[in-house]
């Protein structure tokens, strides 16, 4: 959730043109990943001391691993939007706006899914309707995608400048992908509870 919010600061940041708060920020990115990924370690070794105990331990991995995923995605946009910024390549406002608008649209989905996590924790009845939510959240993310990928193809970037913008809301429409995996994850954790 933290590093999801990171990076739609990053993108604001870029937005108003303030390379120290893009640089700070990128910096805590990459410091969150890092730990998504020490705490990906730590779960899969308690799983695997837990041995037979845990029928479902299977389903526990996949989750983790699809949603360390997650934060693999967004360190990759916090590095391409800080290329950007440090070789000066101009993008005009309105496709900032649109990366913004589709970055805070993934930000949307993953608050989503963090309550359907906590529904899952706490064995509610509404567990289907919040999962549901992501898979609409997940599809808000995919239709602003094809419109801002529209609008940089018909654009007159430089080519350079075009192909890390156009990575930029690729990493940001798979990890919407990703996260809509780690709701059907938590929907397997579901019913094994």
């Given at each position: 959730?933290?590093?999801?919010?990171?990076?739609?600061?990053?993108?604001?940041?870029?937005?108003?043109?303030?390379k120290?708060t893009?640089l700070?920020?990128?910096?805590?990115?990459?410091?969150?990943s890092?730990?998504v990924?020490?705490?990906?370690?730590?779960v899969?070794?308690?799983?695997?001391?837990?041995?037979?105990?845990?029928?479902?331990?299977?389903?526990?991995?996949?989750?983790?691993?699809?949603?360390?995923?997650?934060?693999?995605?967004?360190?990759?946009?916090?590095?391409?939007?800080?290329v950007?910024?440090?070789r000066?390549w101009?993008?005009?406002l309105d496709?900032?706006?649109g990366?913004?608008?589709?970055?805070g649209?993934?930000?949307?989905?993953?608050?989503?899914?963090?309550?359907?996590?906590?529904?899952?924790?706490?064995?509610?009845?509404s567990?289907?309707?919040?999962?549901?939510?992501?898979?609409?959240a997940?599809?808000?993310?995919?239709?602003?995608?094809?419109?801002?990928?529209?609008?940089?193809?018909?654009?007159?970037?430089?080519?350079?400048?075009?192909l890390?913008?156009?990575?930029?809301?690729?990493?940001?429409?798979?990890t919407?992908?990703?996260?809509?995996?780690?709701?059907?994850?938590?929907?397997?954790?579901?019913?094994?509870?």
């Open positions: 959730m933290e590093i999801a919010r990171k990076l739609t600061q990053i993108i604001d940041a870029y937005i108003k043109n303030d120290p893009v700070q920020l990128n910096e805590e990115v990459q410091k969150l890092d730990d990924d020490n705490l990906r370690r730590a899969a070794q308690e799983l695997v001391e837990i041995g037979a105990i845990l029928l479902n331990r299977e389903d526990f991995l996949r989750f983790i691993d699809v949603t360390s995923e997650i934060a693999d995605f967004c360190k990759g946009v916090s590095f391409r939007v800080l950007m910024m440090e000066k101009d993008v005009p496709l900032k706006r990366v913004a608008e589709l970055s649209a993934v930000f949307e989905a993953v608050s989503k899914l963090r309550e359907t996590v906590l529904t899952l924790n706490y064995g509610s009845p567990f289907s309707e919040k999962a549901r939510d992501v898979e609409i997940e599809r808000n993310v995919d239709n602003l995608y094809r419109k801002v990928e529209i609008n940089i193809l018909e654009s007159n970037l430089k080519t350079p400048t075009m890390i913008l156009k990575d930029i809301i690729q990493l940001l429409e798979d919407a992908d990703k996260i809509e995996d780690a709701s059907d994850a938590a929907r397997i954790l579901a019913f094994a509870m």
